[in-house]
């Protein structure tokens, strides 16, 4: 589970991830409604996480990117 802090006035937030940490290729890039996401499926390997707020048409910038490992037993 991905989670970030609720932005006043922020309507929805505009998730990316990627396996690469210049997000040159999205794996998830899409505008979500609530401030967590779950990851299903996802692969073994190391991967990269942003997210903006959006209030009404206005894109905030995105966060810093964060890393996150996905491994298996």
Sequence with gaps: ?????????AGSYHLTISDKALFTASLY?????GTSAVLDGVASGSY????????GSVKGPFSQPRRFRVSTE
């Design 1 to 9: 589970t991905l989670s970030w802090e609720k932005v006043p006035g």
């Design 48 to 55: 990269y996480w942003r997210v903006a707020a959006i209030t």
């Design 29 to 33: 890039d899409a505008e979500r409604s």
